[in-house]
């Protein structure tokens, strides 16, 4: 039954750009197919996991940034859609990070297929339908690219438009589902150890996205739940301002947040891997030296106070971000109940 609350966020103002410089990018597809492998291409760096054994291994959404010749480039990485081990409540939970990550929009929405197994049925359509459908919400059909993963598959004597169009013409669900995303398609060979042959991987798949961009004018893909998680932002950014946080410390904790979803907020690592984000440490370390012609352990205890405040600050800002999950989660199973 076609969604009619969703269908209606097709008419709402697509936001222009107000993540300029910026290329939103969530990557999306089964188990195995590598998901993972295609978002480190796009940073030029391993950061997300790669699982050997195809195993679902990305539990949760996840995002890593990295500024490419004067863009930042921001990559979410997902869990496998067709993972029977995740219940609804887990693929709601990754939505609602998708939009508080990127709450202005998303600029492409990027499937990833393996060529060398190039397996999928209608089970695996009825995943992304759902998903696209009845938990994302939209029109964002013109917001998808395809990147096949595997290129080194691709028999040599056939080139990608050979191969692209054997496969659309295959018939069953893999056909339909690959006509929707008419020219925009690149293959990628993720496991090249050839340094020409990676930077080629990543400047096809950013050319890629920054053409849908353009025929996109620009906009990125919104709708009604992405919006909450604006006016929700705006409203932290309020309460970061009343309580005189560290706006510096904020986007640290942002950023482990994003990036560490399986790092607990109050561990070591967690605070650790903030204060590498900032300068705040130092600033808080330098500040105690210079007010003070202390004895080093006064100096010590000092330091040990200013450290334990600001653990104390990245609990808070965390506990703000999990808020703004569970209300994103909570519109989300609203809107869904209504219609
Ligand atoms: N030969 C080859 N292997 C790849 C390619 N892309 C991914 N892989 C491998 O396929 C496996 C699964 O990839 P991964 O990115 O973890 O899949 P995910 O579950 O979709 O995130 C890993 O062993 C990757 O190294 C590719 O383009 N060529
Ligand atoms: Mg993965």
Not at 24 to 29: A, D, E, P, S
Not at 159 to 166: G, P, R, S, V
Not at 267 to 284: A, D, G, I, R
Request: some cysteine; aromatic content about 8%.
């Amino acid at each position: 039954m076609v969604n009619e609350k969703y269908t209606l966020a097709e008419h709402l103002p697509i936001r222009q750009s107000s993540a300029k410089g910026e290329l939103r990018i969530v990557v999306l597809g089964k188990i195995g197919v590598g998901k993972s492998a295609t978002a480190n291409s796009i940073l030029g760096q391993n950061v997300f996991f790669e699982d050997f054994n195809a195993m679902p291994t990305t539990l949760r959404a996840n995002c890593s940034s990295r500024n490419i010749n004067g863009t930042k480039i921001s990559v979410i990485d997902t869990a496998g859609l067709d993972d029977p081990n995740r219940r609804r409540e887990d693929i709601l939970e990754d939505v609602a990070r998708i939009m508080v990550i990127f709450s202005s929009g998303v600029h492409v929405f990027l499937y990833v297929m393996n060529a060398a197994s190039p397996r999928f049925n209608e089970k695996d359509l009825g995943y992304i339908r759902n998903f696209e459908k009845n938990i994302l919400g939209g029109n964002m059909k013109s917001y998808r690219a395809l990147v096949y993963s595997h290129a080194d598959s691709i028999k040599q004597n056939m080139d990608l438009n050979a191969y692209w169009i054997k496969q659309q013409k295959g018939g069953g669900a893999i056909s339909s589902f690959l006509k929707e995303f008419e020219r925009n398609v690149v293959a990628v060979n993720n496991s090249t150890s050839s340094l020409v042959e990676r930077e080629r991987n990543q400047t096809a798949i950013v050319s890629l996205i920054n053409l849908l961009k353009e025929q996109n004018k620009n906009s990125l893909y919104m709708n009604d739940a992405f919006m909450k998680a604006a006016t929700e932002r705006e409203d932290f950014q309020q309460w970061a301002k009343r309580k005189k946080l560290n706006l510096e410390l904020v986007a640290a904790v942002e950023k482990v947040w994003a990036a560490h979803p399986e790092i607990d907020a109050s561990s070591t690592e967690f605070v650790n891997k903030v204060l590498f984000q900032t300068e705040v440490q130092k600033l808080v370390e330098s500040q105690e030296r210079g007010k003070h012609k202390s004895t080093s352990s006064i100096r010590t205890k000092r330091s040990k106070r200013a450290i334990d405040k600001i653990k104390g600050e990245v609990l808070l800002i965390f506990a703000e971000y999990e808020k703004m999950i569970e209300a994103i989660k909570s519109y989300r199973t609203l809107t869904l109940q209504n219609t």
